[in-house]
């Protein structure tokens, strides 16, 4: 049986964890898609390896997210969208999403952040037209969400690097597996 | 203290990166794929050292400019300073860490090497473990360079990792 503490609070969460210069951060990944945009010409291939990247990493953070956070079976995909804005944001980049923008079924709903870590003294030059900067967070969330069996995919529909007034991405429940959700047996 | 964001995050990107250039990219050419992670490294290093030096009078010689390196900036990078600088007077300096923290912290999950590596030769695969550790400190030696290079001093940074988790980082400088 899963503890029955109650989970943390994402301010809690956030101050648990191992913490590093978000300044490190934001330009190591910088750095990262510059050097990218160097290697793979085609910015489209970029977008791809930093999708890659980030559902490499979700695939990853899930784990930590689970084990520290106390959060337990979340009831729908409503819940577990909540619970990934107020609590998974806030426990890795320090920040929290607000959802919105349901549609009718409740399968599909929108990450706003307004404050983003990622792209702190990013200015993305003419020549980047096509490029997807945040293309890693969309990643971690569709790698993230897999790793407790719900299949997403995960676009971007504002992105304040091209002028938007916010960052927003909207997230597609396309296929749920319920029975293996969120915990496997360990036997 | 400035913002900040998880461990994970960072030890994430730094490890996608460094998967990315050995496994996907240049599999079989693992000198190409370290000059890239070296590349990165240096304009990391490069622009925190800009950031870092601002407000600072200009240093006067290499030694206050490498105790600059040790001290201020790699406080400002892992929260501690480099344990312990040597150097033979005659432009090489030896800066340990005695437990540098992408080596305690990077953990390397199997899983991810094999789903990066099917592509790649197999014979490459074999102590994949010590290799990526080898490329990954092509990383921060990067950064080194680039913060060096920023404070006008030219120079070659190598890592020795033979008495892991301490990491000693030799900085030769260029005449």
């Known amino acids: ?187 | 203290m400035g913002r900040e964001v998880a461990g994970s995050c960072l030890d994430g990107v730094v490890m996608e990166m460094v998967s990315a250039y050995c496994g996907r990219f240049y599999a079989a050419k693992p000198e190409l794929a370290a000059g890239r992670i070296e590349a990165i490294g240096f304009q990391v290093g490069h622009q925190l050292s800009e950031r870092y030096t601002m407000d600072r009078p200009r240093f006067t010689d290499h030694l206050e400019a490498i105790k600059f390196i040790c001290k201020d900036f790699w406080s400002e990078l892992f929260k501690k300073q480099i344990d312990n600088l040597k150097t033979n007077h005659r432009g090489t300096f030896v800066l340990q860490d005695n437990c540098f923290p992408w080596l305690t912290h990077v953990s390397l999950d199997p899983s991810m090497e094999s789903t990066d590596a099917t592509e790649s030769d197999p014979a490459l695969l074999g102590d994949t473990a010590a290799q990526t550790t080898s490329m990954l400190l092509y990383f921060p030696c990067g950064i080194i360079r680039g913060a060096l290079t920023n404070l006008g001093i030219p120079c070659a940074v190598s890592a020795d990792m033979s008495n892991l988790p301490a990491c000693s980082f030799v900085v030769r400088i260029k005449t």
């Open chain 1, 1 to 187: 049986m899963p503890p029955l503490t109650p989970p943390k609070s994402g301010d809690a969460l956030f101050s648990s964890v191992e913490r590093v210069n978000a300044e490190l951060f934001t330009l190591t990944y910088g750095a990262i898609v510059r050097q990218l945009l160097t290697d793979l010409e085609e910015v489209e291939e970029v977008n791809k390896q930093l999708d890659q990247m980030g559902y490499n990493i979700g695939t990853r953070l899930v784990d930590e997210f689970l084990a520290k956070s106390n959060v337990s079976r979340c009831v729908d995909f409503k819940e577990t969208a909540d619970t990934i804005a107020k609590l998974g944001f806030k426990m890795f980049l320090g920040v929290t999403a607000t959802v919105t923008n349901w549609d009718a079924e409740g399968t599909t709903c929108s990450f706003v952040l307004e404050d983003n870590p990622l792209v702190d003294f990013v200015e993305l030059p003419d020549t980047c037209q096509g490029l997807q900067y945040c293309n890693v967070l969309s990643g971690v969330i569709r790698g993230a969400l897999e790793m407790v069996s719900m299949k997403t995919e995960v676009t971007w529909v504002r992105d304040m690097l091209r002028g938007d007034d916010a960052y927003e991405m909207r997230v597609k429940l396309t296929k749920q597996v319920p029975e293996e959700y969120p915990y496997k047996d360990d036997d």
